[in-house]
């Protein structure tokens, strides 16, 4: 993702401090009728013999809910509009998808908010008419933005499904695969055993073929594992990890790599830095995304890995190359299970790294260096930030 959702609807709303400033000043106005809209809200769906459906528990589900929506309301107008809003209002998104509430319901009750907000704006008759406009305004484009983050929440949900059944069908397919190319490795070894009780001179014209075989038989199991990686669910089990080991370990892995293409490898660890996650997930994350960087480089380039804290709750890890960069048309492909730009690829290699650092509850983002190369930006809850909300 070149941006993150959030950043995209803010731009794309046109979202800004004026905006800001005006939700600021509304909010004293509004808040005396929170309570008020938050009973109109579901009143109106209590009216609704389909969507009343949605609130099991009755008075006390009802009362519960009313008083979340006022405290929704006054954070939507008071905010900060930053990531941690994002992530608490994507929770929201999520809590009605887990209830299977029907997407379209989410444009009727944002459409009543935005009345009822309107009405209070309007009854206040406020002088310049100027100031009214302009608090409306940005009424409408943060109650965009939040409907936007709800429809989002369905959008991924969906996601979630499609990429489970990729992963069912992976799994099946890659244990059918198996099997059977197992038995071919073991006829492979047997027939080995009789060339080599030939007589030397007849060996070579037997063995070459074989070797060759041997060979595309050991690709195809290195694919079926990348396969299976992507396809097994993993419960993981965190605990803290030390960045700079982490980091370290997969550099001296590929160091010998690197140095035989004729990049360097360059490390900028913060030191003391822990994540929570599984070791040797996050080596997978860090070495796919080292060995990605070192395909794009040119001999004579660059890879650089950084770490530092972002906020203390978070780590940011970033993988850097000199290579040409993403073009923008295949920025959201390559996160595609089975896309690939590399002859030799599975194409899951960006897709095990997306699935495994969303298991952790972190981010990754593409982005761009200043001279163009590729950029992959990781967040990761740090080991001193509470427990991350599961994501399924
Ligand atoms: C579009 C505007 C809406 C807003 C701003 C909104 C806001 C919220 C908030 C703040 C929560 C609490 C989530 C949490 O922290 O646990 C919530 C949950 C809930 N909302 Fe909405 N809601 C909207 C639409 C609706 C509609 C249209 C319905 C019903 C037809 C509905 C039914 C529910 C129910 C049943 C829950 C509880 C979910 C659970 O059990 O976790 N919401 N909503």
Redesign the pocket.
């Known amino acids: 993702m070149a941006q993150s959702v959030f950043e995209e609807l803010l731009v794309y709303v046109g979202f800004g401090p004026d905006d800001a400033e005006a939700l600021h000043a509304l909010l004293p106005l509004a808040r005396p009728h929170f309570g008020h809209i938050s009973e109109v809200?579901y009143a109106r769906?209590l009216e609704?013999a389909?969507?009343?459906?949605?609130?099991?528990?009755g008075e006390v589900?009802v009362g519960?809910?009313k008083g979340?929506?006022v405290?929704?309301?006054e954070s939507?107008l008071a905010g900060p509009w930053d990531t941690a809003y994002f992530e608490?209002r994507s929770?929201?998104g999520r809590?009605?998808v887990?209830?299977a509430?029907?997407q379209h319901?989410?444009?009727?009750?944002?459409?009543?908010?935005r009345r009822e907000l309107a009405t209070v704006l309007d009854e206040a008759r406020l002088q310049p008419p100027e100031r009214g406009r302009r608090m409306r305004a940005a009424l409408d484009r943060i109650l965009d933005v939040?409907?936007g983050i709800?429809l989002h929440s369905y959008e991924e949900d969906r996601e979630v499904q499609r990429l489970q059944a990729v992963r069912t069908l992976t799994a099946g397919l890659s244990h059918e695969i198996r099997n059977p190319l197992n038995a071919a490795t073991l006829q492979l070894a047997v027939l080995e055993r009789r060339i080599r009780r030939m007589p030397p001179q007849d060996q070579a014209d037997s063995l070459q073929p074989l070797v060759l075989v041997r060979d595309e038989i050991r690709r195809l199991d290195r694919l079926l594992e990348d396969f299976l990686q992507f396809a097994r669910p993993h419960e993981l089990a965190r605990e803290p990890v030390v960045v700079e080991t982490l980091v370290q370990r997969v550099a001296d892995l590929l160091s010998t790599d690197a140095e035989r293409r004729g990049v360097r490898l360059s490390l900028q660890l913060e030191t003391g830095l822990r994540a929570r996650g599984v070791e040797s997930r996050l080596r997978e994350v860090v070495l796919n995304l080292v060995l990605n960087a070192l395909d794009a480089s040119p001999s004579g380039g660059e890879v650089r890995v950084t770490s530092r804290s972002a906020g203390g709750e978070q780590v940011e890890l970033r993988v850097e190359d000199d290579g040409e960069g993403v073009d923008p048309e295949l920025r959201e492909r390559i996160f595609q299970p089975f896309f690939t730009t590399k002859p030799q690829g599975s194409g899951l290699g960006l897709a095990i790294v997306q699935t495994i650092i969303a298991q952790h509850g972190g981010n990754l983002r593409l982005e761009h260096t200043e001279q163009g190369g590729a950029s992959f930006r990781i967040h990761l809850p740090s080991a001193t930030a509470p427990p991350p909300p599961r994501l399924s």
């Not at 319901?105 to 908010?113: A, E, H, I, S, T």
Request: glycine residues 8%.
């Open positions: 809200f769906i609704h389909d969507a009343r459906q949605a609130l099991e528990g589900t519960r809910l979340l929506l405290q929704w309301m939507t608490r929770r929201i809590a009605h887990r209830i509430l029907p319901y989410m444009f009727g009750g944002m459409d009543l908010l939040e409907l709800m």
